[in-house]
């Protein structure tokens, strides 16, 4: 298994035009989150699904932010339109199973100037 | 209040030093228990999970105190490569895990 992979690995992009970012979880896992990382504010949950189904949204910064789980092999964060704040480094990740915690992505490093 | 607490750091230790690093967790229904280590510009990655009875695995030594809500790792003779920074993870129930900040550790030559 290949683990989670997300996609771009690095991301510049101006402010006001639209993000996306995208993931490819492990299989046979039904559970994705999506984190951002900052220093100031360290890992935040944005938001996770379950089958996917979105189940907890609240993290998500506000409704420029948007996830969706089309199916149990992709997921995708967008942000319309992205600002300068928004910068940060984006991970998902499934659970590795019981008891065993987390496996993350190597993240998107988001840039937006 | 914040699910998990850490202190943030830095720790710099000398090679070869033992240092210990605490998180405490508001939930006293807290579940499972990790360490995480995140090398700079890289993903965090699983260290080791605590158990009630506290684990061991080479230098590396975790442990719970579930009656003051803390977990503990210490790492006993330090090497150069340990600097990292780490993550306690707790989760209540379900999937949903909570990380503290990170402590940032630098081991000195």
């Known amino acids: 298994d290949a683990g989670v992979i997300q996609s771009p690995r690095h991301e510049v992009t101006e402010m006001g035009q639209e993000v996306t970012l995208r993931c490819k979880p492990i299989s046979g896992h039904n559970s994705l989150f999506w984190y951002r990382q900052t220093m100031m504010r360290g890992l935040e949950l944005l938001i996770y699904?379950?089958?996917?189904?979105?189940?907890?949204d609240s993290g998500m910064p506000e409704d420029r932010f948007s996830a969706k789980m089309p199916n149990a092999s992709f997921s995708t964060l967008k942000i319309q339109p992205s600002e300068p704040r928004d910068s940060a480094v984006y991970f998902c990740?499934?659970?590795?199973?019981?008891?065993?915690?987390?496996?993350f992505g190597s993240g998107t490093r988001l840039t937006v100037v | 209040r914040k699910e998990v607490e850490q202190d943030p750091g830095p720790f710099n230790v000398p090679e070869g030093a033992t240092v210990a690093f605490n998180c405490t967790y508001s939930n006293s229904a807290s579940q499972s228990f990790f360490w995480y280590r995140q090398d700079c510009r890289k993903e965090p990655k699983l260290l080791m999970s605590v158990y009630s009875s506290g684990n061991e695995d080479g230098r590396f030594t975790a442990q719970l105190n579930r009656a003051s809500q803390y977990i503990s790792l210490l790492i006993r003779d330090s090497k150069l490569s340990d600097s990292a920074t780490y993550l306690c993870?707790?989760?209540?129930?379900?999937?949903?895990?909570?990380f503290g900040t990170g402590t940032s550790l630098t081991v000195i030559p």
């Open positions: 993870v707790i989760s209540n129930t379900g999937n949903q895990f909570y």
């Open positions: 699904f379950n089958n996917n189904v979105p189940i907890d």
């Open positions: 990740a499934t659970p590795t199973g019981t008891g065993y915690g987390y496996t």
